[in-house]
């Protein structure tokens, strides 16, 4: 451990507030099939079950054949199946998050920022328009709010092209994110690897795929993949930015893959998985960082390799729904040649890894308690002093889900983080949020 | 941001926005009819029917369709129960070989590496938009388009008022666009004279009035309109700018007018047509360009234009197989500033500015589809720019070329398309290369 409390500071708040762009759950999609939210998700959103991988599978077009108000518009020559209605999501968050972390980033003696306890109403929400596109394709548009000073809004997406294979669905996912990572162009488990498919609110203190950076950052990516009810498998090529404006990456990019079986067991679903990725982008370093390629930009060679398990198991103990979910990310390194000549986040030099496991009972079905134990590890010498994933530490957290309607809830967490570094004296963050989709 | 990197945004903003909205399913949510009912070949060509829609001011009744309407008592409102939104997708490829900036200098970084689109460059999900269109109440539609360029919202849209006049329609268009050029308001021709409307995606390789400039663009301006069976007619006002916060241009606009004729030919139509645009507008810089503001002070500047040229389309049916035909010639397209240095540093190394230069250019497209959902298409193009680029000589003759296009559009479904297009570009001024362009391109309209 040999980084300065700034480092820490720095990252904390970029992990905290980099999330805007994370889906809840969509009412788009019960408008489109009729079914209530919770056919699709497990015990609150957005966690999905088992339906609602299968939805997701199918490319978001399943469709309710006798809806009397979104009846299809069909073609004659060419194919068309459109929905007669565009249906729109909008997703509307409010958080408290107070910190007890020491900084001075004022170089007063002003307690600032998270520290002084942040009231953040309309951070993280967003618009989200698609579901069911055309005879075999989904899509889904998202319109967020964009939470950096250069920037208003973030347009992130994903179309695909799935068909009925076998027992399930085979297809095609073209996507584009500004947070939701690597993997997002279809991940259905609730491990953290798809960034909004996680336990908690407080992502990066109590999930490894998201604390290490795995499982969430700009990528723009296009992805092959087979899913049924048992089994998931899916490889890909990913960019990791998001640049609608394009990225000139040529003939490079970073090859991915993950594979999950799961396994009903009575009452139960247990799915054990594997992901991983390992290669080389190399683009201008104006693109990578967002912006238009002039004649002064300079390639960066951007390496990325990184490899993980994880594990999920959902089921009824005593009557009470549960989930448990775990994931190790072995390995996630990113380093840049040459260094130091990008700024966004996830572009920078690391080397860590971490561990986690995640805990959610319902005593009763709209009431969830929860607990998660976090351990991260980096293994880098920083040398820059921003964007420094540099520092080790196990955190405990414990949480409350409150569903006052299936598309309004509540939550509070609590995280202590026990720091590993000397440098550092342990540290809380606490949030209070409140989530309504619509 | 440091100053030079606004420059070269703003003039990418306005002046090189690549792509346009193609079909809007809106429409087909309102109307409860099928996509292919108002395109041709394609989601991005209108029919004849297509042309008529838009001639209603979007606003054809609903009354049989599948959205029902909510009609006022003492005042008239006639609002459809649904306000109808769409999204339109795109994601693109784009592989040049020893492609050019607007300075004729190959696309390159400074240490002489591939960079854009010679090195292979992906654009998703490029200018999609999101669209609320269709009609807003009895004779009165709109189309309003909401896109993210550069992590800014940008916001263009256009209301039309329009009236049934026995077998026609006449109405006045009111319209800001940062894209889509002079004609956005009412033109309903694949010539490219109105950007969306065209054949190639790759428009400034194969389009003569994108080609120039003219077709493209920021704009907003109001003008009165024609449409008959066989006689479309415009006249109109506009200011090259779109600023939502405002634009001090007192009673200065620039006049502009476009005039087409249709001609049965058996199973074809043939349209014959004809625009000219002259007149200047002044207003402040920071109207302009908003972003100079701070960097620069404020003072007048004059743009003046001028442009006219002809235009063809040729549609039907050829050995049963769906033919367009579309040619546009720019005879003139000048765009000159009072003092070009009050709209900032004029060496930024941008793509394109029309500014201070004297363009013309001639276009040949010609899709043929030998299956409803596959067409086969080629391009030619001619252009000449005169300049003189005064402040920038590097800048003479650097657009000038000739190119040779070929292209299929498979659509998948009739709101799901994909393009492939490949470009031979030969350029006259003897210092630059050929070079070609290939680009590959999925359009998702939902």
């Known amino acids: 451990m040999k980084t300065s409390i700034k480092n820490l500071f720095l990252l904390s708040a970029i992990l905290l507030f980099m999330l805007p762009e994370s889906a809840y759950a969509l009412p788009g999609f019960t408008r489109q099939t009729g079914k209530d939210c919770m056919t699709c998700h497990a015990q609150n959103m957005p966690k999905l079950n088992a339906y609602g991988r299968h939805f997701a599978l199918s490319g978001y077009t399943i469709y309710d054949p006798d809806s009397e108000t979104q009846s299809l518009i069909e073609g004659t020559e060419v194919a068309l199946g459109l929905p007669a209605v565009l249906n729109v999501s909008a997703v509307v968050r409010a958080r408290y998050v107070k910190s007890s972390r020491r900084e001075d980033l004022t170089l007063t003696d002003d307690v600032v920022g998270i520290e002084r306890g942040e009231l953040q109403v309309l951070q993280a929400s967003g618009l989200y328009f698609g579901g069911r596109v ?54 259905n488990y ?59 990456a040529g003939s490079s990019i970073i090859p991915f893959w993950r594979v999950a079986y799961n396994q009903p067991i009575s009452e139960w679903n247990v799915m054990l998985g594997a992901y991983g990725m390992a290669g080389t982008v190399k683009a201008s370093d104006q693109s990578l ?48 040649t040459p260094e130091n000549l990008l700024l966004s986040p996830n572009l920078q030099r690391t080397d860590n890894e971490g561990g986690s496991i995640e805990f959610q009972i319902n005593p009763v079905e709209s009431f969830g308690v929860k607990l998660a134990y976090l351990n991260y590890n980096n293994n880098y010498d920083v040398v820059r002093q921003d964007y420094v994933e540099a520092y080790d530490f196990d955190a405990y957290s414990l949480g409350f889900n409150y569903l006052a309607r299936q598309n309004v809830s509540f939550d509070i967490e609590y995280t202590h983080n026990h720091t590993k570094s000397g440098v550092l004296d342990d540290f809380y963050d606490l949030y209070l949020s409140a989530t309504v989709a619509f | 941001m440091k100053k030079t990197s606004i420059w070269f945004s703003c003039f990418l903003i306005m002046l090189t926005f690549p792509d346009a909205a193609q079909a809007v399913p809106g429409f087909a949510r309102q109307t409860g009819l099928e996509c292919f009912m108002c395109h041709t070949q394609n989601q991005t060509k209108l ?15 609903t009354e049989d369709g599948s959205q029902s309407l909510i009609d006022g008592k003492e005042l008239g409102l006639s609002l459809p129960t649904v306000l109808n939104l769409s999204v339109m997708l795109k994601a693109r490829w784009d592989k040049s070989n020893d492609a050019i900036n607007g300075k004729g200098r190959v696309l390159e970084s400074k240490d002489g590496d591939d960079i854009d689109s010679n090195r292979g460059l992906y654009e998703v999900y490029k200018t999609s938009t999101i669209n609320i269109a269709g009609r807003v109440s009895e004779n009165v539609g709109s189309i309003l388009e909401l896109r993210e360029k550069e992590g800014k919202a940008i916001f263009g849209g256009k209301v039309i ?63 009165v309109y024609y449409a008959g069976e066989y006689l479309f007619a415009t006249v109109g006002g506009y200011v090259p700018v779109h600023n ?50 701070g960097y620069i ?150």
């Open chain 1, 134 to 187: 055309a005879d075999n394709v989904g899509g889904l548009v998202s319109l967020t709010d964009d939470t950096s000073d250069d920037n208003d809004i973030a347009m992130g997406g994903k179309a695909i092209v799935a068909y009925p294979v076998l027992n399930g669905f085979g297809g095609f996912s073209l996507y584009s994110t500004q947070v939701n990572g690597t993997f997002s162009g279809m991940e």
């Open chain 1, 190 to 248: 609730n491990t953290g690897l798809n960034s909004p498919l996680r336990q908690f609110e407080n992502a990066t203190g109590t999930n490894a795929a998201q604390a290490t950076g795995i499982g969430r950052g700009p990528s723009t990516g296009l992805q092959a993949y087979y899913g049924d009810d048992r089994f998931f498998a899916t490889f890909g090529g990913v960019i990791p930015s998001q640049n609608n404006e394009g990225i000139d």
């Open chain 1, 289 to 336: 960082d967002g912006g238009t390629i002039d004649s002064k930009a300079i390639l960066v060679e951007i390496y990325k390799e990184g490899y993980g398990f994880d594990f999920q198991a959902s089921g009824p103990i005593a009557g009470m729904m549960t989930m448990t979910t775990i994931n190790v990310v072995v390995k996630n390194t990113v380093s840049a």
């Open chain 2, 47 to 61: 029919n004849s029917f297509g042309r008529d829609f838009a001639h209603s001011g979007y606003a054809m009744s």
């Open chain 2, 161 to 223: 008022t329009a009236f049934d006049t026995g077998n026609s329609y006449s109405g006045l268009a009111i319209y800001s666009t940062n894209n889509y050029g002079p004609f956005t308001g009412m033109e309903t021709y694949n010539t490219g004279l109105y950007k969306p409307l065209r054949q190639f995606e790759n428009h400034k390789l194969t389009n003569a009035a994108q080609a120039s400039d003219l077709g493209s663009g920021a704009a907003t301006g109001v003008q």
């Open chain 2, 244 to 293: 939502s916060d405002g634009i001090d241009i007192g009673s200065t606009i620039i006049p502009f007018t476009r005039l087409a004729v249709e001609i049965p030919l058996g199973d074809m139509n043939l349209v014959i047509g004809g625009y000219g645009i002259k007149g200047h507008a002044r207003a402040s810089n920071t109207s302009f360009d908003p972003d100079l503001s």
């Open chain 2, 297 to 446: 002070p404020r003072a007048l500047v004059t743009v003046y234009k001028e442009a006219y040229g002809m235009d063809l389309q040729l549609e039907g049916s050829v050995l049963d197989l769906s033919t367009l035909l579309t040619v546009n010639a720019v005879f003139k397209n000048k765009t000159s500033l009072s003092n070009p240095l009050l709209m900032g540093d004029p060496t930024i190394d941008v793509y394109g500015e029309p500014e201070d230069a004297q363009t013309e250019a001639y276009s040949v497209d010609l899709e043929v589809n030998p299956w409803p959902s596959l067409g086969l298409k080629v391009a030619y193009l001619y252009a000449n720019d005169k300049g003189p680029h005064i402040l920038e000589p590097d800048k003479i003759d650097a657009k000038d070329k000739h190119a040779l296009s070929f292209g299929l559009d498979y659509s998948f479904r009739q709101n799901i398309m994909f393009t492939v297009e490949y470009s031979m570009v030969t350029p006259s001024r003897l210092d630059i290369a050929n070079y070609t362009d290939a680009l590959g391109v999925i359009t998702i309209s939902f």
